[in-house]
């Protein structure tokens, strides 16, 4: 797994003991199962028309992944959005 930088020096305190793990607080609890629920609601539905070919391959790696074709379509906007994936000319 690859991790960014925060995440690495999170670890990396943890590993040395400077960061210990506590039990969460029901407050805790209560407002991680909120901020789930808004962050996993999917309430659009688009229609969108591709290639055959695009399509057919879609499936093949959404099947290599063992994820439905549209979960891997809806994690490739996504990510695309958030500014993970880039185009070859911008690398």
Same mark, same amino acid.
């Given at each position: 797994m690859k #991790? =960014? =930088?925060?995440? /690495?020096a999170i670890i990396d305190a943890y590993?040395?003991?400077k @960061?210990?793990?506590r039990t969460p607080t029901r407050s805790d609890l =209560?407002? $991680?199962?909120?901020m789930a629920?808004?962050?996993l609601v999917k309430d659009k539905r688009i229609t969108i028309r591709l290639y055959d070919h695009d399509f057919r391959g879609i499936q093949k790696r959404a099947l *290599? @992944?063992?994820?439905? #074709?549209?979960t891997l379509i809806s994690g490739i906007i996504h990510r #695309? $959005?958030?500014g993970e994936l880039v %185009? /070859? %000319? *911008?690398?």
């Amino acid at each position: 797994m690859k #991790y =960014d =930088d925060e995440e /690495k020096a999170i670890i990396d305190a943890y590993a040395k003991g400077k @960061m210990t793990l506590r039990t969460p607080t029901r407050s805790d609890l =209560d407002t $991680i199962k909120k901020m789930a629920r808004k962050t996993l609601v999917k309430d659009k539905r688009i229609t969108i028309r591709l290639y055959d070919h695009d399509f057919r391959g879609i499936q093949k790696r959404a099947l *290599e @992944m063992g994820v439905p #074709y549209q979960t891997l379509i809806s994690g490739i906007i996504h990510r #695309y $959005i958030e500014g993970e994936l880039v %185009s /070859k %000319s *911008e690398r």
